[in-house]
């Protein structure tokens, strides 16, 4: 599966932003989706995931109650909803995606930049 991520540009603290990731191919219901970021000198870090169905999502904590993982098979598209911005979001976020057997994302899109100021 190929992914485009988009949405991502600059926001002022406590503001909103909507990432969105389109997937080609015929089996995207078929894929965990997962967004991760990664800020300068920092090690990326999983952000949110969501399995094949939706059923099953998971959150870091620094997001928990501001950020929203959802997905769209019918659309092949999954979306991340960032409330309550902070500077410290500021990153690069990726989509990526793993079959739903694998242990491992191993498809990723190239990144969105999110910058918020302070």
């Known amino acids: 599966v190929q992914l485009q991520a988009f949405g991502g540009g600059l926001v002022q603290a406590v503001g909103s932003l909507r990432l969105s990731c389109a997937a080609s191919?015929?089996?995207?219901?078929?894929?965990?989706m997962g967004w991760f970021r990664q800020a300068p000198g920092q090690e990326r870090e999983t952000v949110a995931q969501?399995?094949?169905?939706?059923?099953?999502?998971e959150y870091a904590d620094s997001v928990k109650g501001r950020f929203t993982i959802s997905r769209d098979n019918a659309k092949n598209m999954v979306e991340l909803q960032m409330n309550s911005l902070k500077p410290e979001d500021t990153a690069l976020y990726y989509c990526?995606?793993?079959?739903?057997?694998?242990?491992?994302?191993?498809?990723w899109g190239q990144g969105t930049l999110v910058t918020v100021s302070s």
């Open positions: 990526a995606a793993k079959f739903w057997t694998s242990s491992d994302f191993n498809s």
């Open positions: 191919g015929r089996s995207f219901s078929y894929y965990d």
């Open positions: 969501i399995n094949w169905s939706g059923s099953s999502i």
